[in-house]
Every structure is written in structure tokens, then in C-alpha cells.
């Protein structure tokens, strides 16, 4: 299986602030990487696919990057509603595989 | 707008059969891969298996053995049956659509919590 590992696990941060949140592969996923936001009681929302294609609905703030095993989403300027807990996922290869997620709070 | 809902026992004993049923409305059943996948405290999301309507199927090596998931197109839903269950698989389990979003989970059921205990 592929491991994803995110780091960091948490992170504490302000309305405002930029947040960094990287996600490593253990091999190549060629960009097959997306991002979930999941908050409290709630199913995970797909934020970003292949690793910087944000969904229409997502604000602009939120944006994906990386390549090769190696990736991050960044949240340029942390909004309320932005507290939540944010995984990573690999779709490229079964077993499809998630971080261990990243909770921002 | 794909909408799916889980429905099934809240509890089951254990080594016996756990048993959902995801209802999917809101777009064509044939345009989708549907998924099942669990979320515990302790090991995080885990992808289970999907479906194709067509009745093509792949399981997560770590339940295979124990799982099976089914089709049923003129219903409109699919099912998820995870045998021999342990504690270990008490957890949240979602249904979730694959539709073309780079192969990542685009829509999601709410959420069914399913505890395993006598």
C-alpha cells in the first residue's frame, strides 16, 4: 500500500494567517492526490483533485500543490470557517490510501 | 448533484455479518464508481472497496476475505457486507461517489455509525 504521511498532525493558527499543510507519499503518485476539509459530525467535502484542481464551490483561498511524492495545500488567509480537519488521499494505485489528517485549529 | 444515504444497523454482535445499504439519488447510477469507506479514531480513513454498475469490484486487501460489495442499478443503491466482524471494525461507514474528480471521492453519505458489541 501507499503510505501518506501529513504533517503537521496540528496546527494552531488565527483568522488571517496562511496555512501550510504538506502531505509526503511513500512513492510516486504522479499528481493523483486530493485534499478533504471535515469538520465535527460530518463526511469529508473533496476540496482539491490531482493535487491543485480546486472544485468549483472551494474559495480561492484554498489552493494544492506539489509533484512526484510531495505535496501541499495551502490556505492563504485562514477564514472561521476554515477550522477543521484537512486529509490528503492518493488515487493512484488500490488500496486507495489517506493521511492521517491535519487538524487546524 | 449526487446525494447518498446510508442505512443499516446501528449495532451488530460480533463474528456476525455487518450489513449497509447506500441510496443514491440525483444522477445517473451508471455514470458513478461507488465506494464504501470507514473512519476510526484510532486508524483514520480507510477505503473499503467500489462498485461499478457494470459489476466490476475491488476490495482493500486488509478486508478481503471478509467484504463484498453489490449492485442493485434498478434500486438505485448498492450494498456493503463485512463479515466475521470484530470490535476492531466499529467505525463510521460512508458511501461515496467516484465520478471523474481525478478518481477522488466527490460526493459523500452522511455517515453511519456501526458499533460491534454483544
Known amino acids: 500500500d501507499i503510505q501518506m504521511t501529513q504533517s503537521p498532525s496540528s496546527v494552531s493558527a488565527s483568522v488571517g494567517d496562511r496555512v501550510t499543510i504538506t502531505c509526503r507519499a511513500s512513492q510516486d503518485v504522479t499528481g493523483w492526490i486530493a485534499w478533504f476539509q471535515q469538520k465535527p459530525g460530518e463526511a469529508p467535502k473533496l476540496l482539491i483533485y490531482?493535487?491543485?484542481t480546486l472544485l468549483s464551490a472551494v474559495p480561492s483561498r484554498f489552493s494544492g500543490s506539489g509533484s512526484g511524492t510531495d505535496y501541499t495545500l495551502t490556505i492563504s488567509s485562514l477564514q472561521p470557517e476554515d477550522f477543521a480537519t484537512y486529509y490528503c488521499q492518493q488515487a493512484h494505485t488500490f488500496p486507495y490510501t489517506f493521511g492521517q489528517g491535519t487538524k487546524v485549529e | 448533484q449526487v446525494q447518498l444515504q446510508e442505512s443499516g444497523p446501528g449495532v451488530v454482535k460480533p463474528s456476525e455479518t455487518l450489513s449497509l445499504i447506500c441510496s443514491v439519488s440525483g444522477v445517473s447510477f451508471t455514470s458513478y464508481y461507488w465506494n464504501w469507506i470507514r473512519q476510526t479514531p484510532g486508524k483514520g480513513l480507510e477505503w473499503i472497496g467500489y462498485?461499478?454498475?457494470?459489476?466490476?469490484?475491488d476490495y482493500n486487501p486488509s478486508l478481503k476475505g471478509r467484504v463484498t460489495i453489490s449492485v442493485d442499478p434498478p434500486r438505485n443503491q448498492f450494498s456493503l457486507k463485512l463479515s466475521s466482524v470484530t470490535a476492531a471494525d466499529t467505525a463510521v461507514y460512508y458511501c461515496?461517489?467516484?465520478?471523474?474528480?481525478?478518481?477522488?471521492?466527490?460526493?459523500w453519505g452522511q455517515g453511519a455509525l456501526v458499533t460491534v458489541s454483544s
Open positions: 462498485i461499478h454498475h457494470s459489476g466490476t469490484s
Open positions: 461515496a461517489s467516484v465520478g471523474g474528480f481525478g478518481g477522488s471521492f466527490d460526493s
Open positions: 490531482a493535487a491543485s
